[in-house]
Protein backbone atom coordinates (compact mmCIF):
# COMPACT_ATOMS: atom_id res chain seq x y z
CA UNK A 1 0.00 0.00 0.00
CA UNK A 2 1.24 3.42 -1.18
CA UNK A 3 0.69 5.85 1.78
CA UNK A 4 -0.81 9.32 1.15
CA UNK A 5 1.89 12.03 2.08
CA UNK A 6 -0.09 14.48 3.65
CA UNK A 7 1.19 17.57 2.60
CA UNK A 8 2.13 16.79 -1.18
CA UNK A 9 0.64 18.69 -3.59
CA UNK A 10 1.04 17.31 -7.21
CA UNK A 11 0.53 19.72 -9.91
CA UNK A 12 -0.26 18.20 -13.42
CA UNK A 13 -1.33 21.13 -15.76
CA UNK A 14 -1.84 19.17 -19.11
CA UNK A 15 -2.80 20.63 -22.61
CA UNK A 16 -3.91 23.74 -23.77
CA UNK A 17 -4.70 26.57 -21.20
CA UNK A 18 -3.95 24.18 -18.26
CA UNK A 19 -0.53 25.19 -17.42
CA UNK A 20 -1.32 28.81 -17.69
CA UNK A 21 -4.36 28.41 -15.23
CA UNK A 22 -1.98 26.08 -13.02
CA UNK A 23 0.64 28.46 -13.11
CA UNK A 24 -1.39 31.09 -10.87
CA UNK A 25 -2.31 28.08 -8.30
CA UNK A 26 1.20 27.52 -8.21
CA UNK A 27 1.66 31.24 -7.41
CA UNK A 28 -1.14 30.85 -4.78
CA UNK A 29 0.57 27.42 -2.68
CA UNK A 30 3.64 29.37 -2.59
CA UNK A 31 2.06 32.66 -1.11
CA UNK A 32 0.47 30.08 1.53
CA UNK A 33 4.09 28.72 1.76
CA UNK A 34 5.84 32.25 2.57
CA UNK A 35 3.71 34.07 3.99
CA UNK A 36 1.85 31.65 6.50
CA UNK A 37 4.65 28.75 6.72
CA UNK A 38 1.70 26.14 5.35
CA UNK A 39 4.77 23.91 4.14
CA UNK A 40 3.54 22.51 0.86
CA UNK A 41 5.63 20.37 -1.15
CA UNK A 42 4.75 20.68 -4.33
CA UNK A 43 5.84 18.36 -7.26
CA UNK A 44 4.97 18.79 -11.21
CA UNK A 45 4.58 16.26 -13.79
CA UNK A 46 2.89 15.86 -17.75
CA UNK A 47 -0.45 14.57 -18.04
CA UNK A 48 -2.65 13.76 -21.18
CA UNK A 49 -1.32 15.01 -24.58
CA UNK A 50 1.84 16.68 -23.46
CA UNK A 51 2.40 13.39 -22.01
CA UNK A 52 1.44 11.19 -25.10
CA UNK A 53 3.92 13.67 -26.98
CA UNK A 54 6.79 12.87 -25.24
CA UNK A 55 6.56 9.72 -23.63
CA UNK A 56 3.77 8.18 -25.70
CA UNK A 57 1.61 7.56 -23.19
CA UNK A 58 -1.11 9.99 -21.55
CA UNK A 59 0.25 8.65 -17.93
CA UNK A 60 3.00 7.58 -17.30
CA UNK A 61 4.04 4.54 -14.21
CA UNK A 62 5.86 6.89 -12.80
CA UNK A 63 3.32 10.21 -13.09
CA UNK A 64 0.70 7.56 -11.06
CA UNK A 65 2.51 6.66 -8.42
CA UNK A 66 3.22 10.57 -7.56
CA UNK A 67 -0.45 10.89 -7.65
CA UNK A 68 -1.11 7.57 -5.46
CA UNK A 69 1.36 9.45 -2.58
CA UNK A 70 -0.15 13.05 -3.23
CA UNK A 71 -2.63 14.27 -0.62
CA UNK A 72 -3.76 16.75 -3.14
CA UNK A 73 -3.64 16.45 -7.29
CA UNK A 74 -4.30 20.04 -8.86
CA UNK A 75 -5.44 18.84 -12.80
CA UNK A 76 -5.44 21.95 -15.08
CA UNK A 77 -7.06 20.26 -18.40
CA UNK A 78 -6.57 17.35 -20.56
CA UNK A 79 -6.92 17.06 -24.77
CA UNK A 80 -7.50 19.20 -27.62
CA UNK A 81 -8.11 18.47 -31.33
CA UNK A 82 -4.57 17.68 -31.79
CA UNK A 83 -4.74 14.34 -30.45
CA UNK A 84 -7.82 13.76 -32.38
CA UNK A 85 -6.22 10.96 -34.47
CA UNK A 86 -4.47 9.20 -31.20
CA UNK A 87 -5.70 5.42 -30.75
CA UNK A 88 -8.58 5.19 -28.44
CA UNK A 89 -6.61 3.44 -25.81
CA UNK A 90 -3.68 6.36 -25.85
CA UNK A 91 -6.39 9.91 -25.62
CA UNK A 92 -5.29 12.35 -23.36
CA UNK A 93 -8.78 11.75 -21.64
CA UNK A 94 -7.54 8.24 -20.79
CA UNK A 95 -5.39 9.47 -18.17
CA UNK A 96 -8.03 11.54 -16.11
CA UNK A 97 -10.33 8.45 -16.24
CA UNK A 98 -7.41 5.92 -15.42
CA UNK A 99 -6.69 8.22 -12.45
CA UNK A 100 -10.37 8.58 -11.39
CA UNK A 101 -11.08 5.20 -11.21
CA UNK A 102 -7.85 3.89 -9.75
CA UNK A 103 -7.41 6.37 -7.41
CA UNK A 104 -11.36 5.02 -6.57
CA UNK A 105 -12.58 9.34 -6.43
CA UNK A 106 -16.46 8.10 -6.69
CA UNK A 107 -17.68 11.60 -5.79
CA UNK A 108 -17.10 14.26 -7.69
CA UNK A 109 -18.49 18.20 -5.89
CA UNK A 110 -19.28 20.50 -8.87
CA UNK A 111 -20.81 23.81 -7.16
CA UNK A 112 -22.46 26.03 -9.46
CA UNK A 113 -22.33 29.53 -7.79
CA UNK A 114 -23.75 32.91 -9.46
CA UNK A 115 -21.38 35.81 -8.07
CA UNK A 116 -23.68 38.91 -7.36
CA UNK A 117 -20.68 40.51 -9.59
CA UNK A 118 -21.74 38.44 -12.71
CA UNK A 119 -25.01 37.94 -12.83
CA UNK A 120 -25.27 39.44 -15.92
CA UNK A 121 -22.41 37.42 -17.75
CA UNK A 122 -25.07 34.21 -17.20
CA UNK A 123 -27.18 34.06 -20.85
CA UNK A 124 -30.20 33.59 -18.73
CA UNK A 125 -31.97 36.42 -16.87
CA UNK A 126 -30.92 37.95 -14.18
CA UNK A 127 -33.49 37.37 -11.90
CA UNK A 128 -33.42 33.61 -12.80
CA UNK A 129 -29.82 33.33 -11.58
CA UNK A 130 -29.58 36.01 -9.30
CA UNK A 131 -28.58 34.30 -5.46
CA UNK A 132 -27.86 30.49 -7.58
CA UNK A 133 -25.87 28.19 -5.00
CA UNK A 134 -26.32 24.64 -6.61
CA UNK A 135 -24.12 21.76 -5.81
CA UNK A 136 -24.07 18.84 -8.33
CA UNK A 137 -22.41 15.26 -6.95
CA UNK A 138 -21.82 13.53 -9.71
CA UNK A 139 -20.42 9.56 -9.61
CA UNK A 140 -17.00 9.30 -11.06
CA UNK A 141 -16.08 5.86 -11.04
CA UNK A 142 -18.94 3.75 -12.27
CA UNK A 143 -21.70 3.73 -15.03
CA UNK A 144 -21.43 3.91 -18.86
CA UNK A 145 -17.75 5.44 -18.45
CA UNK A 146 -16.57 2.23 -17.22
CA UNK A 147 -19.36 -0.34 -17.77
CA UNK A 148 -17.90 -3.80 -19.82
CA UNK A 149 -18.59 -5.34 -22.07
CA UNK A 150 -17.60 -2.09 -24.36
CA UNK A 151 -15.53 -1.94 -27.46
CA UNK A 152 -16.29 -1.85 -31.31
CA UNK A 153 -16.31 -5.22 -33.16
CA UNK A 154 -17.22 -5.75 -36.48
CA UNK A 155 -20.91 -8.22 -37.10
CA UNK A 156 -22.34 -9.16 -40.06
CA UNK A 157 -22.88 -7.50 -43.01
CA UNK A 158 -19.35 -5.90 -43.07
CA UNK A 159 -21.18 -3.57 -40.57
CA UNK A 160 -19.61 -2.57 -36.96
CA UNK A 161 -21.39 -2.81 -33.48
CA UNK A 162 -20.26 -0.02 -30.66
CA UNK A 163 -21.18 -1.12 -27.39
CA UNK A 164 -20.90 0.39 -23.84
CA UNK A 165 -22.30 -0.70 -20.94
CA UNK A 166 -24.12 1.22 -18.00
CA UNK A 167 -24.03 -0.58 -14.84
CA UNK A 168 -24.40 0.60 -11.14
CA UNK A 169 -23.81 -2.29 -8.21
CA UNK A 170 -26.10 -1.19 -4.30
CA UNK A 171 -22.99 -0.26 -2.85
CA UNK A 172 -21.30 1.92 -5.77
CA UNK A 173 -24.92 4.05 -5.40
CA UNK A 174 -25.04 4.05 -1.82
CA UNK A 175 -21.63 5.59 -1.04
CA UNK A 176 -21.72 8.71 -3.29
CA UNK A 177 -25.36 9.06 -1.86
CA UNK A 178 -24.09 9.18 1.64
CA UNK A 179 -21.32 11.89 0.32
CA UNK A 180 -24.64 13.84 -1.22
CA UNK A 181 -26.96 13.54 2.05
CA UNK A 182 -23.74 14.63 4.58
CA UNK A 183 -23.37 17.45 2.08
CA UNK A 184 -26.77 18.87 2.36
CA UNK A 185 -26.90 18.76 5.97
CA UNK A 186 -24.55 21.63 5.66
CA UNK A 187 -25.89 23.54 3.13
CA UNK A 188 -30.12 23.87 2.33
CA UNK A 189 -30.90 20.64 3.56
CA UNK A 190 -32.19 18.93 0.58
CA UNK A 191 -31.48 16.43 -1.95
CA UNK A 192 -32.90 15.97 -5.88
CA UNK A 193 -31.70 12.60 -7.02
CA UNK A 194 -31.90 11.81 -11.01
CA UNK A 195 -32.09 9.12 -13.20
CA UNK A 196 -33.81 7.48 -15.66
CA UNK A 197 -35.77 4.91 -13.67
CA UNK A 198 -38.21 5.37 -16.47
CA UNK A 199 -36.25 3.57 -18.96
CA UNK A 200 -33.41 2.26 -17.55
CA UNK A 201 -32.88 -0.75 -14.98
CA UNK A 202 -29.64 0.86 -13.36
CA UNK A 203 -31.56 4.22 -13.20
CA UNK A 204 -34.61 2.06 -11.16
CA UNK A 205 -31.88 0.70 -8.62
CA UNK A 206 -30.11 3.94 -8.67
CA UNK A 207 -33.87 5.71 -7.28
CA UNK A 208 -34.66 2.50 -5.16
CA UNK A 209 -31.05 2.71 -3.30
CA UNK A 210 -30.75 6.15 -2.53
CA UNK A 211 -34.48 6.28 -1.24
CA UNK A 212 -34.04 3.05 0.99
CA UNK A 213 -30.56 5.07 2.27
CA UNK A 214 -32.44 8.30 2.84
CA UNK A 215 -35.13 6.48 4.96
CA UNK A 216 -32.63 4.37 7.54
CA UNK A 217 -29.83 7.08 8.17
CA UNK A 218 -30.88 10.35 6.57
CA UNK A 219 -35.01 11.14 7.58
CA UNK A 220 -33.88 14.70 8.36
CA UNK A 221 -32.96 15.79 4.90
CA UNK A 222 -35.60 16.60 1.79
CA UNK A 223 -35.63 13.72 -1.02
CA UNK A 224 -36.85 13.88 -4.03
CA UNK A 225 -36.77 11.80 -7.15
CA UNK A 226 -36.56 13.90 -10.38
CA UNK A 227 -35.38 12.26 -14.30
CA UNK A 228 -32.52 13.57 -15.86
CA UNK A 229 -34.08 15.08 -18.90
CA UNK A 230 -36.61 16.64 -16.62
CA UNK A 231 -33.67 18.11 -14.48
CA UNK A 232 -31.84 19.25 -18.02
CA UNK A 233 -35.52 21.43 -18.47
CA UNK A 234 -35.97 22.48 -14.51
CA UNK A 235 -31.96 23.65 -14.66
CA UNK A 236 -32.81 26.69 -17.32
CA UNK A 237 -36.73 27.22 -16.31
CA UNK A 238 -36.19 27.62 -12.25
CA UNK A 239 -32.49 26.95 -10.90
CA UNK A 240 -33.29 27.86 -7.84
CA UNK A 241 -35.22 25.13 -6.66
CA UNK A 242 -32.24 23.12 -6.57
CA UNK A 243 -29.98 22.54 -3.65
CA UNK A 244 -28.21 18.92 -4.14
CA UNK A 245 -28.11 17.53 -7.33
CA UNK A 246 -27.29 13.54 -7.23
CA UNK A 247 -26.98 12.05 -10.40
CA UNK A 248 -24.88 9.77 -12.02
CA UNK A 249 -21.37 9.68 -13.95
CA UNK A 250 -22.79 10.71 -17.76
CA UNK A 251 -25.65 12.79 -16.58
CA UNK A 252 -23.44 14.69 -14.16
CA UNK A 253 -21.15 15.08 -16.49
CA UNK A 254 -24.09 16.71 -18.92
CA UNK A 255 -25.82 18.51 -16.01
CA UNK A 256 -22.96 20.25 -15.05
CA UNK A 257 -21.97 21.79 -18.47
CA UNK A 258 -25.50 23.31 -18.28
CA UNK A 259 -25.51 24.00 -14.51
CA UNK A 260 -22.18 26.27 -15.20
CA UNK A 261 -23.33 28.52 -17.95
CA UNK A 262 -26.36 29.27 -15.91
CA UNK A 263 -23.29 31.15 -13.60
CA UNK A 264 -21.85 33.14 -16.48
CA UNK A 265 -19.22 31.04 -17.35
CA UNK A 266 -17.13 27.54 -17.29
CA UNK A 267 -14.14 29.70 -16.35
CA UNK A 268 -15.36 30.10 -13.03
CA UNK A 269 -16.40 26.94 -11.58
CA UNK A 270 -14.19 24.63 -9.17
CA UNK A 271 -14.70 20.89 -8.66
CA UNK A 272 -13.42 18.15 -6.43
CA UNK A 273 -12.69 14.44 -6.79
CA UNK A 274 -13.05 12.51 -3.62
CA UNK A 275 -12.38 9.23 -2.06
CA UNK A 276 -13.09 7.59 0.75
CA UNK A 277 -10.77 8.14 4.22
CA UNK A 278 -8.93 4.73 5.00
CA UNK A 279 -8.51 3.57 8.47
CA UNK A 280 -5.84 5.88 8.54
CA UNK A 281 -8.50 8.94 8.09
CA UNK A 282 -6.06 9.68 4.50
CA UNK A 283 -8.08 10.15 1.90
CA UNK A 284 -7.40 10.70 -2.34
CA UNK A 285 -8.44 13.84 -3.83
CA UNK A 286 -8.27 15.56 -6.70
CA UNK A 287 -9.10 19.22 -7.73
CA UNK A 288 -9.62 20.85 -11.28
CA UNK A 289 -11.70 23.19 -13.18
CA UNK A 290 -14.78 22.34 -14.82
CA UNK A 291 -13.52 23.55 -18.05
CA UNK A 292 -11.71 21.89 -20.56
CA UNK A 293 -8.49 22.57 -22.19
CA UNK A 294 -9.56 25.65 -24.52
CA UNK A 295 -7.17 25.25 -27.22
CA UNK A 296 -8.61 28.28 -28.96
CA UNK A 297 -7.38 30.37 -26.78
CA UNK A 298 -4.02 28.68 -25.15
CA UNK A 299 -0.79 30.69 -25.18
CA UNK A 300 -2.40 33.71 -25.05
CA UNK A 301 -2.98 35.00 -21.36
CA UNK A 302 -6.28 35.52 -21.36
CA UNK A 303 -7.36 32.16 -20.06
CA UNK A 304 -9.82 32.66 -16.56
CA UNK A 305 -7.71 31.22 -13.67
CA UNK A 306 -10.39 31.29 -10.76
CA UNK A 307 -12.00 27.85 -11.57
CA UNK A 308 -8.70 26.41 -10.57
CA UNK A 309 -7.62 29.02 -7.57
CA UNK A 310 -10.96 27.70 -6.16
CA UNK A 311 -10.48 24.63 -7.12
CA UNK A 312 -7.50 24.96 -4.31
CA UNK A 313 -10.17 26.00 -2.24
CA UNK A 314 -11.80 23.25 -2.35
CA UNK A 315 -8.30 21.31 -1.99
CA UNK A 316 -7.87 23.79 1.26
CA UNK A 317 -11.06 22.75 2.49
CA UNK A 318 -11.79 19.03 2.14
CA UNK A 319 -8.72 17.71 1.24
CA UNK A 320 -5.88 20.06 3.99
CA UNK A 321 -8.67 20.77 6.81
CA UNK A 322 -7.87 24.15 6.69
CA UNK A 323 -10.94 26.04 6.31
CA UNK A 324 -9.95 29.33 7.39
CA UNK A 325 -7.27 29.56 4.45
CA UNK A 326 -10.13 27.86 2.20
CA UNK A 327 -12.48 30.92 3.01
CA UNK A 328 -9.78 33.97 2.78
CA UNK A 329 -8.81 32.66 -0.64
CA UNK A 330 -12.62 32.25 -1.87
CA UNK A 331 -13.12 35.94 -0.50
CA UNK A 332 -9.65 37.12 -2.00
CA UNK A 333 -11.62 36.22 -5.27
CA UNK A 334 -14.77 38.15 -4.71
CA UNK A 335 -12.29 41.31 -3.77
CA UNK A 336 -10.57 41.23 -7.54
CA UNK A 337 -14.06 41.17 -8.58
CA UNK A 338 -15.27 43.71 -6.83
CA UNK A 339 -12.59 45.96 -8.23
CA UNK A 340 -13.73 45.22 -11.28
CA UNK A 341 -11.27 43.15 -12.67
CA UNK A 342 -12.30 40.90 -15.32
CA UNK A 343 -10.56 38.27 -17.78
CA UNK A 344 -11.97 38.20 -21.26
CA UNK A 345 -14.84 35.37 -21.00
CA UNK A 346 -16.51 37.71 -18.15
CA UNK A 347 -15.47 40.88 -19.63
CA UNK A 348 -18.40 43.34 -19.50
CA UNK A 349 -18.99 47.37 -19.95
CA UNK A 350 -16.76 49.48 -17.73
CA UNK A 351 -14.46 46.32 -16.36
CA UNK A 352 -11.04 46.61 -16.93
CA UNK A 353 -9.90 43.28 -18.59
CA UNK A 354 -6.96 41.63 -17.11
CA UNK A 355 -4.69 38.84 -18.04
CA UNK A 356 -4.37 35.37 -16.54
CA UNK A 357 -1.64 36.17 -14.35
CA UNK A 358 -2.82 39.56 -13.26
CA UNK A 359 -5.52 38.02 -12.27
CA UNK A 360 -3.51 35.26 -10.43
CA UNK A 361 -1.52 38.42 -9.01
CA UNK A 362 -4.59 40.35 -7.89
CA UNK A 363 -6.05 37.95 -6.36
CA UNK A 364 -3.12 37.34 -4.19
CA UNK A 365 -2.82 40.52 -3.17
CA UNK A 366 -6.35 40.71 -1.92
CA UNK A 367 -4.86 37.80 0.10
CA UNK A 368 -2.37 39.89 2.31
C1 LIG B 1 -15.51 16.38 -17.29
C2 LIG B 1 -15.00 16.11 -18.68
C3 LIG B 1 -14.48 14.68 -18.77
C4 LIG B 1 -15.65 13.77 -18.55
C5 LIG B 1 -13.72 14.33 -20.07
C6 LIG B 1 -12.61 15.30 -20.34
C7 LIG B 1 -13.23 12.92 -20.03
O1 LIG B 1 -15.98 16.39 -19.62
O2 LIG B 1 -14.72 16.24 -16.34
O3 LIG B 1 -16.67 16.75 -17.16
O4 LIG B 1 -16.38 13.41 -19.49
O5 LIG B 1 -15.86 13.37 -17.40
MG1 LIG C 1 -17.73 17.25 -18.80
Known amino acids: MIKVKKRRVLLLPGDGIGPEVI ?18 EIDE ?14 LTDEVFYKALESAVIMLGAVGGPKWDGVEFSKKPERALLKLRKELKLFANLRPAI ?7 ASTLKPEIVSGLDILIVRELTGGVYF ?3 RGIKPIENGERKGVNTHTYTSSEIIRVARVAFDLAKKRSNRVISCEKSNVMEAGQLWKEEVQSLHDKDYKDVELSHMLADNCAMQLVRNPKQFDVILTDNLFGDMLS ?3 SMLTGS ?3 LPSASLGAKNKDGEMRAMYEPIHGSAPDIAGKGVANPIASILSFAMALRYSLDLDNEAEALEKAVQEALNDGLR ?5 SDKMKEVSTSQMGDAIISKLQ
Do not use: R, Y
Open 147 to 149: GEP
Open 114 to 120: CFEQLVN
Open 257 to 259: DEA
Open 23 to 40: AEVKKVINWFNDKKSLDF
Open 45 to 58: DLVGGISFDKHGTP
Open 266 to 268: LGL
Open 343 to 347: TKDIM
